[in-house]
């Protein structure tokens, strides 16, 4: 992924970065198509997300790098994530993930987000 300037930076870092500012939860696929927080033990329809920003990273060595990189905020303000894949090499098999994230609200809050 490249930064404002040119400068290139990893999916590790942003996660490092991203941790620092309270979005550690990460966010995966129920048995019944729902996206679940296990870690304040919260099962979430599409309405009760927000994707705030969204990073891209394109593996220049490896096709099968290329990332996805959502990060949340729910209705009560915990902060999460949800890393896959993309394309052929999407980690995310479970029927409906895809129309699921498309259903979550984009807002994006980049002021929020700065990396200094």
Known sequence: MEKPGGEMT??????????E???DHELKMSDHGRMQN?????IY????LT??????FEGESD???????YVMEDV???????????????????AGYNEFIQKIKV?????QLLFG
């Open 10 to 19: 990893t999916l590790t870092r942003i996660l490092e970065k991203l941790h």
């Open 21 to 23: 500012k309270g979005f």
């Open 38 to 42: 296990s870690d304040v033990q919260k």
């Open 45 to 48: 329809n599409p309405e009760d």
């Open 51 to 56: 994707i705030i920003k969204t990073y891209r």
């Open 63 to 69: 096709p099968s790098d290329s990332s996805i990189l």
């Open 76 to 94: 009560e303000g915990h902060k999460g994530y949800v890393l896959d894949a993309y394309g052929a090499y999407s980690t995310h098999e479970e």
């Open 107 to 111: 807002e994006d809050r980049e002021d």
